[in-house]
């Protein structure tokens, strides 16, 4: 290894003549044709062979002349990522974590999370929403739902608060921008802490800002089903609080920042202090260059898929409109803007004559890509078994019930071809036909 691309730059200790990156692998060409075979796969093609072989050659060749990436994690472009993030989504401080649900535990974290608290949050979410509240015995409020976009409700919210409420936790379920005015109202009022779970809401916005940078924190997953992806898995956690965004890089790796230089490593290592002033311990979320990278790649796309993702909603909504029975999904307004992650597809049972599970049935008959149907989270097996009674929850969140049972259910919109948008429109017009005719 030539020593123009070394230095000790794994964990910048200055110069030196044994470089502390010794004491790890590099990857060289041959690596680097793996790579591109894994994201350019051969798809049966008569000349992917040749081409492959050029590309081998040219990237031996290359190999020969290059140097070698020497940071592979929490380096530049963690922080070009980072700050991208913080100039998109107008925040004071971005923090690029392995996951999502990672980049949540830091929040929790900081919010001073503990055994007896309560966070509120809508019955329907995914799973990695209340994992860290429920792994440290804090206990999930469910708060009831919005039908119209199966969104947080801040009526019920209000309702749910108690005087153990620690924090609020709106998910912008499918994209769909949450009533945030209602919901940061409440917390106000009673002094609670919001982190919004924009998981499928990157680059949507409420009243002109940016979804994720509306509560006390907020943030978005970048697994390989989101609108968009950094290579599989990957998380961003904003926050414009200055306590709590000078503690994030220590939070995302075991309490160092490697942000900046480290002087002392025994004693410049510090827990993160929460809100209530608890000490909590970091664990490790942290995330690759690559990784960075393939956020910042995919970032300079996302207002393009969105604005597609958008034509491809309102098409459903222009053909399925036409149906008596299906309630079309909330368009966009001057105030809010969704992303389109998943259409909602509601029907009326009294006017189809059936609901949405025996719909399902049929445009699973027809084809149709099965989304998994987000369900109310009290109906879980792992909230049974840590003694949460589902039969109480359900009855305060009786619109959750009335709506998961009968009512909704969600179909994809990205990337489809035209032709597939189209026979999964009229498929559904035709399947919502046959249960009125009892068929
Ligand atoms: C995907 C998802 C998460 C978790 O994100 P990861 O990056 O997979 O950890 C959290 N909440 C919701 C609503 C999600 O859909």
Same mark, same amino acid.
């Given at each position: 290894m030539s020593e123009k691309s070394g230095g000790d730059f794994r964990y910048s200790v200055g110069e030196s003549k044994?470089?502390?990156h010794a004491v790890g692998e590099f990857f060289d060409g041959s690596d680097a044709l793996e790579l591109v075979k894994f994201l350019l796969p051969d798809n049966g093609e008569a000349d992917y062979a040749v081409k492959l072989a050029n590309a081998a050659k040219a990237l031996s060749e290359l190999s020969d002349v290059a140097g070698r990436a020497t940071k592979l994690t929490l380096g530049k472009k963690v922080a070009d990522a980072e700050a991208l993030a913080c100039e998109y989504f107008g925040s004071k401080y971005a923090c690029f974590t392995s996951n999502w649900t990672g980049g949540m535990e830091i929040a929790y974290k900081l919010a001073g999370i503990s055994a007896g608290d309560e966070v509120i949050?809508?019955?329907?979410?995914?799973?990695?929403?209340?994992?860290y509240p429920l792994s440290v015995g804090a206990k999930i409020v469910f708060a009831d739902i919005d039908p119209e976009t199966i969104n947080l409700d801040p009526a019920d919210l209000e309702r749910k608060i108690t005087p153990k409420t620690k924090m609020i936790v709106p998910v912008? +379920?499918? *994209?769909?921008?949450?009533d945030m005015d209602g919901v940061m109202a409440v917390a106000r009022k009673h002094g609670i802490m919001v982190m919004e779970d924009a998981a499928h809401g990157m680059g949507g916005a409420y009243k002109g800002k940016k979804l994720g940078s509306i509560g006390d924190f907020g943030g978005f997953s970048l697994h390989e089903v989101k609108n968009i992806n950094s290579l599989g898995e990957g998380g961003v956690l904003l926050t414009s609080d200055d306590a709590f965004g000078s503690q994030l890089a220590g939070g995302r790796f075991l309490g160092l920042d490697f942000t900046r230089k480290i002087k002392d490593w025994l004693y410049d290592i510090s827990p993160l202090t929460a809100r209530d002033g608890s000490i909590q311990v970091a664990q490790n979320h942290s995330a690759t260059e690559i990784q960075a990278l393939g956020l910042i $790649?995919?970032?300079?796309?996302l207002d393009k898929i969105i604005a597609i993702r958008r034509k491809a909603a309102e098409y459903m909504n222009g053909v399925l409109s036409e149906e008596k *029975?299906? $309630?079309?999904?909330?368009?966009?307004?001057?105030?809010t803007y969704g992303t389109h992650h998943l259409y909602l597809l509601r029907i009326d049972p009294k006017v189809?004559?059936?609901?949405?599970?025996? +719909?399902?049935?049929?445009?699973?008959?027809? *084809? $149709?890509?099965?989304?998994?149907?987000?369900?109310?989270?009290?109906?879980?097996k792992i909230m049974r078994d840590l003694?949460?009674?589902?039969?109480? +929850?359900?009855?305060?969140?009786?619109?959750?019930?009335e709506m998961f049972y009968n009512?909704?259910?969600h179909l994809p919109l990205y990337p489809l071809t035209e032709e597939q948008l189209v026979y999964q429109a009229q498929a559904v017009v035709e399947a919502v036909r046959e249960l009125k005719q009892g068929k």
């Open positions: 044994v470089p502390w949050m809508p019955a329907v979410t995914f799973i990695a929403t209340m994992a912008h +379920l499918g *994209g769909f921008p949450v $790649l995919q970032m300079k796309r *029975g299906i $309630l079309i999904e909330k368009s966009d307004t001057a105030d189809v004559g059936g609901n949405i599970q025996q +719909l399902a049935a049929k445009l699973a008959a027809k *084809g $149709l890509t099965n989304i998994t149907h987000f369900g109310p989270m009290y109906r879980f003694g949460y009674n589902e039969h109480e +929850l359900a009855a305060t969140c009786p619109r959750t019930e009512s909704y259910t």
